[in-house]
């Protein structure tokens, strides 16, 4: 079983910033492939903010309404992540989830989620 911990959301003015923490914990993960932050605001659709590739020799990609403003960090051999987030706006609010696309004993390849955190801009 492999569980994904995030923490670090809250309340933020707008122009302000949040840091936001990801842990992926188990004993079974032979490796960690991908580790990626999504976000779900209320009446829209779950969608990828960040994420960070060991295939791509950790280039990030970002969504295009947070370029330049989130920065996602990543140590794929210990399963953490992070998501700096800068300059925020009220269009983040929303609830932040990071993902962990881990392989185990079990599976080969499995994107794993954690519960999401709250992070609310206001203007």
């Known amino acids: 079983q492999v569980e994904v911990v995030e923490s670090g959301g809250g309340l933020a003015r707008a122009g302000g910033s949040l840091i936001l923490s990801c842990t992926a914990n188990?004993?079974?993960?032979?490796?960690?492939?991908?580790m990626a932050w999504h976000r779900e605001a209320p009446g829209k659709q779950r969608e990828l903010v960040a994420s960070?590739?060991?295939?791509?020799?950790?280039?990030?990609h970002y969504a295009d309404s947070v370029k330049g403003r989130f920065i996602i960090s990543a140590d794929l051999n210990k399963g953490t992540a992070y998501l700096q987030m800068d300059n925020l706006e009220p269009e983040d609010t929303a609830v932040y989830y990071c993902r962990a696309d881990a392989r185990t004993p079990v599976y080969a390849s499995r994107s794993y989620w954690g519960q999401g955190t709250q992070v609310t801009v206001s203007s």
């Open positions: 188990s004993a079974q993960i032979l490796r960690v492939d991908t």
């Open positions: 960070i590739n060991a295939a791509t020799s950790g280039i990030q």
